[in-house]
């Protein structure tokens, strides 16, 4: 286990948070993931992280899997200008990610602070979401209400609410 998939188990434990995790050969697509969501018994969503065209503006957006994505109207519904997807680096450097494995349990590192979430509003009907722990050959699973109500305000990130 890396030492940031250390870390996210870490913190997930110092907040008191109950999860399930499991591994699993790596999932890059949702259609992967959707195996291990019966395993879990949970919804993994599905992860974009986004920029300005400036790259001074970060965010990641969490939604349903099957939410159609349209990043004109994301950038509206959060009064930003115009969004983009965001190169690999730039999610590495902010969240400690590669590619298929981006994840709000990122936004535990300092290198994260800035990061803003876009977060789909019909998420919050879901009893039970699961992440990767910035690793995509892990999912973890967690209430809802712990996700909403306990780890977002303990990381501290700006979080907009849109509908997809």
């Not at 349209?70 to 999610?91: C, N, W, Y």
Request: proline residues 4%; charged residues 25%; aromatic residues 10%.
């Amino acid at each position: 286990m890396s030492d940031t998939t250390r870390a996210v188990f870490d913190f997930l434990d110092a907040l008191g948070i109950r999860y399930r995790a499991v591994e699993h050969a790596p999932a890059f697509t949702m259609a992967d993931c959707a195996a291990v969501d019966g395993m879990l018994g949970a919804l993994t969503v599905k992860n974009i992280f986004l920029t300005t065209k400036n790259k001074k503006r970060c965010w990641l957006c969490i939604c349903r899997p099957d939410a159609r994505f349209h990043t004109a109207d994301i950038s509206k519904q959060v009064g930003s200008s115009r969004l983009s997807f965001a190169p690999e680096e730039m999610l590495f450097q902010r969240l400690r990610c590669h590619g298929g494995s981006a994840s709000p349990l990122g936004l535990i590192f300092p290198e994260a602070k800035g990061v803003a979430l876009i977060v789909d509003r019909a998420l919050r009907a879901e009893g039970t979401l699961a992440f990767h722990p910035c690793d995509n050959t892990r999912t973890v699973a967690m209430a809802g209400e712990d996700f909403f109500g306990v780890f977002l305000p303990k990381v501290g990130a700006e979080v907009r609410e849109v509908q997809f």
